[in-house]
């Protein structure tokens, strides 16, 4: 393939101006760094709204940018609801199209088929695929966890998945297993944003030597400032980004703030920017308002935000909390922290941990601890270390970096 020459499809679970999840913000920034570069690159999103006269297609802010009105009618098994939306639709925008590379981001709420769609209907295509999380290993959301309790899976084999899920059997499991892996078989090469997230899939069956480990790219930013303090305040202003939901631990930040010291507590503050809570079991619900109750004056929950303002709320803020009870993969919050000079606290666990270096890059706590949270928390406001990890903080790649290593994997398969 010569430079610049390549085809591109881009394939997401969702469009950013609908859904901004790491994923799809990730793929829709190496989509415009494509065409920034002067490749030509199609972006194919899947919505769950209803299209104009309910056609498959539609498009959106342009013509390279398609939404792809489909969705899982098996999430057990990872098939489209539509056979005839893969066999006949899909495949007849690839005949149109034909790029040369395919690059999936995901296949949640579209179906695994569509990467053996791709190799029938062109195949001397190269087939590319992100993976951003574990969904094909784990039934339970993907997460890793034990399901109705907190604790982590070091691996999956069909008898634990099934007592997970009594409803299916430990046969079901091996065959699902099957399944997906006859589908990954036929991808060309896949990327990992993390090394975590490579020797869990290792683990599970994908080769090593069909993996490559790049980072999500960011937007070339200057450092953020440090926030100016006024006589005598501690940097202790704390900020939560993300989806508000069990896995992610917001309790976990709530509860260790509600533990802290009333001294400590006159010299903190934590802003929530994240949304969701209303979707969530009420039992849920019921704790985290409890808890935002009790610490009225100290927490301030701003809900959700756009990927522009990034710059601006980290520039508020001192320290970024990632407090996930699951592994996560590579949170593309750490990135954007680093790339704004923003020092990170995160669980002890998975990808987070291994973007973060404890004391030099930011802090770890004890994973879904909220004692351990706040000991750290306390440890950032009172020993005034931030200045020394702040310029420990080392810029990410950038999103033509991204692009590049991208390039250099294709080259070699």
Same mark, same amino acid.
Request: glycine share 6%; no cysteine.
């Given at each position: 393939m010569k430079a610049n020459k390549e085809k591109i499809l $881009?394939?997401? +679970?969702? +469009?950013?101006? +609908?859904?901004?999840?790491?994923?799809?913000?990730?793929?829709y920034n190496l989509f415009q760094e494509y065409q920034a570069?002067?490749?030509?690159?199609? !972006?194919l999103a899947r919505s769950g709204e209803s299209s104009h006269g309910g056609s498959v297609f539609s498009s959106r802010n342009n013509?390279?940018? $398609?939404l792809f009105h489909t969705s899982i009618g098996d999430w057990f098994n990872l098939r489209c609801a539509e056979s005839r939306h893969m066999a006949e639709y899909f495949s007849d925008l690839l005949n149109r199209f034909k790029p040369d590379v395919v690059h999936f981001h995901h296949y949640a709420h579209m179906g695994?088929?569509?990467i053996r769609i791709v190799r029938n209907t062109l195949p001397d295509a190269k087939i590319l695929f992100t993976l951003h999380e574990y969904m094909a290993i784990c039934f339970n959301n993907g997460q890793m966890v034990k399901k109705n309790s907190t604790k982590l899976c070091y691996e999956s084999n069909p008898v634990d998945c099934s007592q997970c899920f009594p409803e299916k059997s430990s046969a079901d499991f091996f065959m699902r297993k099957q399944y997906i892996q006859s589908m990954f078989e036929l991808v060309d090469h896949f990327i990992s944003p993390?090394? !975590?997230? $490579?020797?869990?899939?290792?683990a599970w069956g994908i080769p090593e030597e069909k993996m490559t480990m790049i980072e999500n790219g960011q937007p070339i930013a200057?450092?953020?400032d440090p926030r100016p303090l006024a006589s005598g305040e501690k940097r202790g202003r704390f900020a939560f980004f993300g989806q508000i939901n069990p896995f992610k631990g917001i309790d976990v930040i709530l509860e260790a703030f509600t533990s802290l010291s009333e001294e400590i507590k006159d010299h903190v503050h934590l802003d929530i920017h994240g949304a969701n809570l209303h979707l969530q079991e009420e039992s849920f619900q019921v704790k985290v308002n409890g808890l935002l109750e009790e610490l009225e004056g100290v927490v301030t929950m701003h809900g959700s935000?756009?990927? +522009?303002?990034?710059p601006r709320l980290l520039a508020e803020c001192d320290w970024m909390i990632i407090p996930s009870i699951w592994w996560e993969n590579s949170p593309m919050v750490i990135q954007e922290a680093y790339n704004h000079g923003r020092p990170v606290i995160s669980a002890d666990i998975g990808g987070m941990a291994e973007k973060i270096i404890d004391g030099k890059t930011g802090y770890h706590f004890r994973r879904g601890s909220h004692q351990s949270l706040a000991s750290v928390i306390?440890?950032?406001?009172?020993?005034?270390?931030w200045s020394r990890i702040h310029n420990n903080i080392i810029k990410p790649i950038n999103i033509e970096e991204c692009a590049k290593e991208h390039f250099k994997v294709l080259e070699n398969v």
């Open positions: $881009i394939v997401s +679970h969702g +469009h950013p101006d +609908h859904s901004k999840g790491g994923a799809e913000v990730a793929a570069q002067g490749r030509e690159a199609l !972006f013509e390279t940018e $398609i695994l088929e569509m993390s090394y !975590f997230l $490579i020797d869990r899939y290792k200057k450092n953020s935000y756009e990927p +522009h303002e990034m306390e440890k950032a406001v009172t020993t005034d270390q």
